[in-house]
């Protein structure tokens, strides 16, 4: 039996830390820009990083949505590929998580 609450709780926790990642890129990547031009390359860069940065926790935050979504509809923990279970321990390490280890395995290769 998959421990619903407890998931639940972790999920919404690093949701609410990527929001504040996501808020703290988009503040810094509105700070105005400076006139000299050698800065205003290494601000380009930086907010290239900054980007992808926001990129990944705004992919992960999706997942995590999408994951609190299948707690709602009471499919979480089941894979998505084979309905069987997803292991306890594979969605501690990846509480959103939409495969079994087997099926992940298979889609990876
Ligand atoms: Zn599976």
Same mark, same amino acid.
């Given at each position: 039996?998959?421990?619903?609450?407890?998931?639940?709780?972790?999920?919404?926790?690093?949701?609410?830390?990527?929001?504040?990642?996501?808020?703290?890129?988009?503040?810094?990547?509105?700070?105005?820009?400076?006139? =000299?031009? @050698?800065?205003?390359?290494? /601000?380009?860069?930086?907010?290239?990083? *900054?980007?992808?940065?926001?990129? %990944?926790? +705004?992919?992960?935050?999706?997942?995590?949505?999408?994951?609190?979504?299948?707690?709602?509809?009471?499919?979480?923990?089941?894979?998505?590929?084979?309905?069987? =279970?997803? @292991?306890?321990?594979?969605? /501690?390490?990846?509480?959103?998580?939409? *495969?079994?280890?087997?099926?992940? %395995?298979? +889609?990876?290769?």
């Amino acid at each position: 039996m998959t421990d619903l609450a407890h998931f639940k709780k972790k999920l919404e926790t690093r949701a609410k830390e990527l929001g504040a990642r996501l808020d703290e890129v988009e503040d810094l990547l509105d700070d105005p820009h400076t006139k =000299d031009f @050698s800065d205003q390359a290494i /601000e380009r860069e930086q907010d290239e990083v *900054l980007e992808r940065l926001g990129q %990944s926790a +705004a992919r992960e935050l999706h997942l995590i949505r999408e994951a609190l979504a299948r707690i709602k509809n009471g499919t979480y923990g089941a894979c998505l590929a084979c309905g069987g =279970d997803i @292991s306890q321990a594979r969605l /501690e390490a990846v509480p959103y998580a939409t *495969l079994c280890k087997d099926c992940a %395995s298979k +889609a990876a290769s």
